[in-house]
T-cell receptor
């Protein structure tokens, strides 16, 4: 069963804590993306990666970090520098040469 | 700077009616315009997409109308059903297949009343 998986579904962060959101895809897609969704704000791009070991900042990268050590995986770390982390985080992937981005089910991050 | 403006923010339509959601863009380099449908607590799913070389694209009850000169495009849902109740996002990407990501509108919360 191919697709994009994100875990956990819900994540709680304490003050000053770094947390990592997982995104895995078995679609053999080259490009992967992280978006943040806030109510009434649409989706905003955090980071993206077109190939392994390479990634670029999106529109709202401050307070976040990523890695792309494997084609299948693109984890997102929400650092303590992100002062307003409460949001719904969505991972997406895209095949090289195609335009469609496919989204995972999302992770909801809440601050304790 | 909001590059894709979407309206209305919310919309209520009677079952069987036509739902219309509008988007306007600023960047003339955009060349791919998808619409996504999102149900609560789920990730968005591609509904239909269009390129600026055509003025209309239809898939079942869903139609995109595109006006390149006005830099506007819209989604029409014919014979709207309660199962269409969801949030709809328009988006746009620059040449290269959207390699650097999609720019999204802020979304329209659609409710179809039975």
């Amino acid at each position: 069963d191919g697709g994009i998986t994100q875990s956990p579904k819900y994540l709680f962060r304490k003050e000053g804590q770094n947390v990592t959101l997982s995104c895995e895809q078995n679609l053999n897609h080259d490009a992967m993306y992280w978006y943040r969704q806030d109510p009434g704000q649409g989706l905003r791009l955090i980071y993206y990666s077109q190939i392994v070991n390479d990634f670029q900042k999106g529109d709202i990268a401050e307070g976040y970090s990523v890695s792309r050590e494997k084609k299948e995986s693109f984890p997102l770390t929400v650092t303590s520098a992100q002062k307003n982390p409460t949001a719904f985080y969505l991972c997406a992937s895209r095949r090289q040469g195609m335009e469609t981005q496919y989204f995972g089910p999302g992770t909801r991050l809440l601050v304790l | 700077q909001q590059q894709v403006k979407q309206s209305p923010q919310s919309l209520i339509v009677q079952k069987g009616g036509i739902s219309i959601i509008n988007c306007a863009y600023e960047n003339t380099a955009f060349d791919y315009f998808p619409w996504y449908q999102q149900f609560p607590g789920k990730g968005p799913a591609l509904l239909i997409a269009i390129r600026p070389d055509v003025s209309e694209k239809k898939e079942g009850r869903f139609t995109i109308s595109f006006n390149k000169s006005a830099k506007q495009f819209s989604l029409h849902i014919m014979d709207s059903q309660p199962g269409d109740s969801a949030t709809y996002f328009c988006a746009a990407s620059s040449p290269g297949g959207g390699a650097d990501g999609l720019t999204f509108g802020k979304g329209t919360h659609l409710i179809i009343q039975p």
